[in-house]
């Protein structure tokens, strides 16, 4: 399965973020925040929904270790930062070159794309992993844990030299 290469242009966010380790996901308790009180961002661009990924410089990819943290955000991209709701936050996804891939299935069966993304196709590709956030978009086809579920996997990547 080969991605489709993109740069995407800067994304304002408006949202909620948690730290947490795959170990200790906290991915439902964000969701199970925020879905409520989505409607409370007035200036969202469309209805698609961003689960995103901030991981630091010293987080490695290739020895995977379920205790290293990160920040998981469930966001929403709107147009200006003018009205942030109590309790949410800004973040600003700057430009950049993405390998996207179309995935269908339950979310709960995204680890198996996951492993081939960064055990077979990135190590086989053209590119290497860039330091930016990673995100998903939940779109109109997004429904969870239902096998026909769809949703859009962006890997942040550069060139390899």
């Known amino acids: 399965m080969n991605p489709e290469i993109k740069i995407s242009g800067e994304k304002k966010l408006i949202g909620m973020r948690i730290k947490m380790s795959l170990s200790d996901n906290m991915t439902f308790e964000l969701w199970k925040g925020f879905m409520p009180r989505r409607k409370e961002i007035r200036n969202n661009l469309t209805n698609d929904l961003f689960s995103m990924q901030v991981y630091d410089k010293t987080y490695d990819f290739r020895n995977f270790d379920p205790e290293a943290t990160f920040e998981k955000w469930a966001a929403i991209e709107v147009t200006d930062f003018d009205a942030i709701p109590e309790e949410m936050e800004s ?21 198996k794309m996951f492993q081939y ?45």
């Open 91 to 111: 973040y600003i996804l700057s430009e950049g070159l993405y390998a996207v891939f179309n995935y269908k299935g339950a979310a709960s069966q995204g680890a």
């Open 117 to 161: 993304i960064f055990g077979t196709w990135l190590p086989g590709s053209d590119f290497l992993l860039d330091n930016r956030p990673h995100f998903e978009i939940l779109g109109e086809k997004y429904k969870n844990e239902d096998p026909d579920s769809e949703e859009e996997i962006w890997i942040p990547i550069k060139l390899k030299k």
